[in-house]
């Protein structure tokens, strides 16, 4: 063997060090890490003592709580606190916020957010995010603009807490801007603002970025406002099929007949979303008036468009029973076979449509 | 036999033993890597994590609702409180479809009693042909829940039939004997919440939950199981799952999502025609598939795995059951890279055919036979009388250590990261498992191997299902 031994032997005892390096590594960090956790529960379980004493104790138990919690109060506990701000009265908050801003905690992670290091920038975005301040605020808006998406997701959250005016503004005008994940956040931070953000996201729809106009779209037809409906039918003829789509999509759930009326030519529309959104749309209406138009959507040439016909017919109900009972006769197998499952989810005893009646 | 023989012999035995040995050397230095990666990648999403806000997702409206698809044939004793709690799981909008793959036993009279399932006429679209469907039933309890009834056709062609009967844009393929946490289904969408354009499948990681104590359906306390065979596979899944995979999937070169638990874009599955039922692992074939389709047509995507989306599933504790599974996985292996072989070293596949192939052609497939050949010529060596005890000595403890090496740094990456096993007399089995599986439980795993590639050569067919045996697990009372 050409490889001298002493080699080999030292490649062993090479490989034996770091067996041994990374099984005290492994049990070091068991350790440490144990008594890190119950350190940190012990410092939760105090604050968490602290917040509950101050919403119920005297004014001058109070007092002596909250020099406590100024006591505690630092970079390390600041985050659970700030966390915490959300669950306490309005006076309680702003009594702890003020901590924050004495002990020049807000500075500092004014400061954090523009570090070099990734999850120093998350960490203050997140704390700032808690603390309704207008300085926290703007440090925010600046960090919509992080380059990196993890950043800007924590700021964007961190700002839809807020839910203050200017902040929704700053939000509105991000939306459809960045990654999904962002603006499905704000989205859903409109959706529970409800009613009062409608103002602002009817504005919106006349945004020139479609992308923004079809988070609105969407976000209207969750929040279901009728003040909304008017701004939907007029996209019902958006340029972007994606708008279309999700207006006809929103109309459903604001649910108004006269509006489903301007939907069922959408059932003709060029992209085959749109259509079979439309369909869906009509369904949940219950439009009678667009029986005939679903009735033929079972013969369009896209499968979801078929499927969504199929489901719109049967929640039509009884007044489209006449149809699909003709269409049972129909030569196109998918339209027979739907119109034999829409009959049956409405109670209607319809014969076997053959040994492989399910497929489509 | 001549002199000059002798030399020859003696000399094809050195240059054999060199290739031998550079090729481990190879190996250890490519696994050191991947670990490495691992700890780098793991590190990053545990942060990231941190930072999510799940319990916006878990409430969203806009969260991409997913169709859970869960084959099954004879899964009786498991398979109502798998369908239990997967219909618990934390998510706001998804559908579960389970496909009776004509089940023997009465896997089916079981799910309609405790779903009150009631037949149905459903149009559905092929986008995949598949066999007949015998009927369709849906829930009158849980509006969600699909069961499919279907002659045994095998597991692909279930799967195939759950993804065309799916209502959702993302499925997710999942086992009947697998437990999930409640927030899997959150954890492991997010990658393509965050890149829907880019992420084709997520694979999410697997550990074993012999020995672990259980109630509701839900992993209270993670044990080692006490079982040395199942306790021994602990240790290879946290290397398999935490440590390589994870590294592979760093550098997008990642050919197997384990299919307990892994979701794909439905459109990408349909437009390479689903899973195919001509290999034994219908989950690796389709990823290879997957990467191949997609470098082909030049689209940026990732395959991605995630440690924290975590599923356990019940392991072998039989040498036979072991064997059988082994046997179809390393089968199953080989049938998908033999299958793709245009892959190999093909630039046209970027570092998929330049890294990805050859890791797993070289080190996966051909592992086991290498390895089998350098425990072969130890006898030959002695016969001929030109075996050195020491240098034998000396490389064995090489293996041992280095072995023993991987496995503790992926216990050290699970200490770091999940800590489950929060016992420290758990901490201290899987130190020593993780050396004493290089004595008996290696040699017994790579037999079967070597058995998978005989077999493979026999053009042997069979799928290799284990049997069930009586799960180790602990009730919690």
């Known amino acids: 063997m050409a490889i001298p031994l002493n080699i080999l032997y030292w490649v062993f005892i090479g490989l034996v060090f770091l067996v041994i390096l990374s099984a005290l590594a492994a049990g070091l960090n068991r350790a440490f890490t144990g008594s890190r956790r119950k350190r940190e529960e012990a410092s939760k379980t105090r604050c968490r ?145 409800g009613a009062a953000s409608v103002p602002l996201l009817v504005k919106n729809m006349r945004n020139t970025n479609w992308r923004a106009r079809f988070w609105t779209a969407e976000i209207l037809g969750q929040v279901a406002d009728r003040r909304a409906e008017g701004v939907l039918v007029s996209a019902l003829n958006d340029s972007s099929a994606d708008v279309r789509a ?3 999509k929103a109309l459903g759930k604001i649910g108004t007949k006269s509006a489903g009326l301007q939907v069922i030519p959408l059932l003709r529309d060029t992209e085959w979303f749109v259509r079979s959104h439309a369909a869906w749309t009509l369904g949940q209406l219950k439009m009678v008036e667009a029986v005939g138009e679903l009735v033929r959507s079972l013969y369009d040439r896209a499968w979801w468009v078929r499927k969504s016909s199929l489901e719109a017919l049967a929640n039509v109900g009884d007044a489209a029973i006449p149809a699909l009972v003709a269409t049972l006769q129909a030569e196109d197998r998918f339209a027979r076979e739907s119109a034999a499952e829409a009959l049956q989810r409405l109670g209607v005893e319809v014969p076997s449509a053959g040994p492989e009646g399910s497929r489509g | ?58 409430r969203s409206h806009f969260t991409m609702p997913v169709s859970v698809i ?111 946490q409640s927030n899997a289904l959150l954890r492991i969408v997010r990658p393509i919440l965050e890149k829907p354009e880019e992420v084709v499948a997520v694979g999410g990681q697997v550990r074993v939950a012999n020995g672990c104590v259980i109630e509701d359906g839900r992993v209270i306390t993670p044990r080692i199981p006490r079982k040395l065979i199942a306790a021994f596979q602990v240790i290879e899944y946290l290397r398999a799952f935490v440590a390589s995979r994870l590294g592979l999937s760093r550098v997008n070169n990642l050919l197997i999502l384990s299919g307990v638990f892994a979701l794909f874009k439905k459109d990408i599955v349909i437009e390479v025609g689903g899973y195919k039922p001509y290999t034994v ?53 080989i049938q998908c890279l033999t299958r793709n072989m245009g892959m190999l070293l093909n630039p046209r596949y970027g570092s998929v055919g330049m890294m990805g192939t050859p890791y797993y052609f070289l080190f996966e497939m051909l592992g086991p036979l290498v390895e089998f050949v350098g425990y072969l010529l130890i006898p030959l ?90 799960a180790e697990y602990v009730p919690n009372h």
């Open chain 1, 49 to 193: 003592e602290l917040l509950i004493m101050l919403g119920r104790e005297s004014a001058e138990a109070r007092e002596r709580v909250l020099i406590e919690i100024e006591e505690t109060l630092g970079p390390a506990t600041a985050e659970y606190i700030a966390v915490s701000l959300s669950r306490l009265e309005v006076r309680q908050r702003a009594e702890l916020t003020g901590l924050f801003q004495r002990k020049g905690l807000v500075r500092y992670f004014v400061r954090q957010l523009k570090s070099q290091r990734k999850w120093r920038r998350a960490r203050a975005a997140k704390v700032l995010g808690e603390l309704n301040l207008p300085v926290a605020s703007a440090a925010l808006y600046r960090a919509l603009d992080d380059p990196d998406p993890d950043i800007r997701s924590v700021a964007a959250r961190g700002l839809s807490k807020l839910r203050h005016p200017r902040a929704q503004a700053a939000l509105i005008e991000i939306l459809g801007r960045h990654e999904e994940l962002i603006s499905s956040r704000i989205a859903a931070m409109f959706i529970d603002v």
């Open chain 1, 246 to 248: 999700a207006a006809a």
């Open chain 2, 1 to 58: 036999m001549t002199y000059f023989h002798l030399m020859a012999l003696e000399q094809a035995l050195y240059i054999a033993s060199l290739i031998i040995l550079g090729y481990f050397a190879a190996l250890q230095v490519v696994l050191l890597i991947l670990t490495l990666l691992s700890f780098l990648d793991m590190r990053r999403r545990l942060r990231q994590n941190y930072y999510t806000d799940f319990e916006c997702l878990a």
């Open chain 2, 70 to 180: 869960i084959p099954a044939h004879n899964e009786a004793p498991v398979l109502v409180q798998c369908v239990n709690s997967v219909l618990s799981l934390d998510y706001p909008e998804f559908e579960v479809i389970v496909v009776n793959d004509g089940s023997t036993d009465d896997t089916l009279e079981l799910l309609k009693g405790a779903f009150r399932l009631v037949e149905r006429r459903v149009v559905y679209r092929t986008s995949i042909p598949t066999g007949e469907t015998r009927a369709i039933y849906k829930s009158l309890t849980r509006p969600n829940l699909t069961v499919v009834d279907k002659a045994h056709t095998g597991k692909s062609d279930a799967l195939n039939i759950g993804i065309n009967l799916s209502r959702y844009h993302l499925f997710c393929s999942i086992d009947a004997d697998s437990i999930f």
């Open chain 2, 281 to 333: 692992t219908e989950d690796m074939e389709l990823v290879v598939r997957l990467h191949r389709h997609l470098r082909r047509k030049r689209e940026p995507y990732r395959v991605v795995f995630l440690p924290d989306p975590i599923c356990w599933t019940e392991v072998p504790v039989s040498i036979g059951n072991l064997s059988r599974q082994r046997n179809r996985w390393h089968r199953g292996l």
């Open chain 2, 381 to 470: 060596a002695y016969f001929l009388g030109i075996l050195s005890v020491t240098y034998l000595i000396t490389f064995l403890l090489l293996a041992v250590a280095a072995g023993t090496l991987l496995s503790t740094l992926a216990v050290l990456l699970e200490e770091a990261s999940f800590g489950l096993y929060r016992d420290w007399g758990d901490f201290a089995r899987l130190m020593s498992l993780a050396m004493f599986e290089n004595f008996g439980y290696r040699q017994l795993t790579l037999l079967f191997r070597v058995k998978a590639t005989l077999d493979f050569l026999l053009r042997k067919k069979d799928w290799g299902k284990t049997r069930r045996e009586n």
